[in-house]
């Protein structure tokens, strides 16, 4: 059964796939939260990505010239 917090995440992750129009994103699990990366072409407007992504922690950073965006789960100790 899954976390609540990783189900939510996951929720989150359909919005964010659908809005930037990405194939996949890569999920990564872990026991103590999960996190996922998007990799997008270009984020055009970082308002539009907090809104999506209301209530979860987001890093965006460059990999060999791709922008990363990822998404954390609000793991607490469930």
């Known amino acids: 059964m899954l976390r609540k917090s990783l189900l939510d995440l996951l ?3 359909r919005k ?3 809005a930037y129009g990405v194939a996949s994103y ?5 026991d103590d939260g999960s996190y996922a ?3 997008v072409r270009r984020i055009e407007s970082v308002s539009k990505l907090a809104i999506l992504s209301q209530g ?3 890093s965006i950073f ?3 010239g791709q922008t990363i965006v990822r998404i954390y ?3 607490n100790g469930e």
Do not use: A, W
């Open 62 to 64: 460059s990999d060999d």
């Open 73 to 75: 789960e609000n793991y």
């Open 11 to 13: 929720l989150v992750c």
């Open 37 to 39: 990366d998007f990799r």
């Open 56 to 58: 979860f922690e987001v």
């Open 16 to 18: 964010i796939k659908v």
């Open 26 to 30: 890569e999920l990564n699990d872990y």
